[in-house]
Nanobody, 131 residues
Framework: QVHLVESGGGLAQAGGSLSLSCTISGRTFSDHVMGWFRQAPRKAREFVAAISWSGWRTYYADFVKDRFTISKDNAKNKDTVYLQMNSVKPEDTAIYYC??????????????????????WGQGTQITVSS
């Protein structure tokens, strides 16, 4: 069984920064695309960003481009993905979910841009941005 464990998040003022991390563990016999979705109250879960297992390919939702950065440090820990959130806005307030999809090492991370294409989910972590 595969597990995704998130850490980070919390509160920030508009214009500030937050960071998230997610570690995959368990019966991970495959490489994975890893990424993040978010869900605000009364809204559908939406894609935020994803990264290939190699770390070489990334894909972002338009609303986070130039503000959020997804990354991996495979030399340090290939099982962990990071999301650096800068210039956060009140509309970034949501529960952020780590996600993973079994795929090739250099698979196009855009393949995981829809919730139905996700194989594994984290438990979610709250991000709240005040104005």
């Amino acid at each position: 069984q595969v597990h995704l464990v998130e850490s980070g998040g919390g509160l920030a003022q508009a214009g500030g920064s937050l960071s998230l991390s997610c570690t995959i563990s368990g019966r991970t016999f495959s490489d994975h695309v890893m990424g993040w979705f978010r869900q605000a109250p009364r809204k559908a879960r939406e894609f935020v960003a994803a990264i290939s297992w190699s770390g070489w390919r990334t894909y972002y939702a338009d609303f986070v481009k130039d503000r959020f950065t997804i990354s991996k440090d495979n030399a340090k820990n290939k099982d962990t993905v990071y999301l650096q959130m800068n210039s956060v806005k009140p509309e970034d307030t949501a529960i952020y979910y780590c996600a993973a999809r079994e795929d090739g090492k250099d698979a196009d991370p855009q393949v995981m841009a829809f919730p139905k294409r996700v194989d594994y989910w984290g438990q979610g972590t709250q991000i709240t941005v005040s104005s």
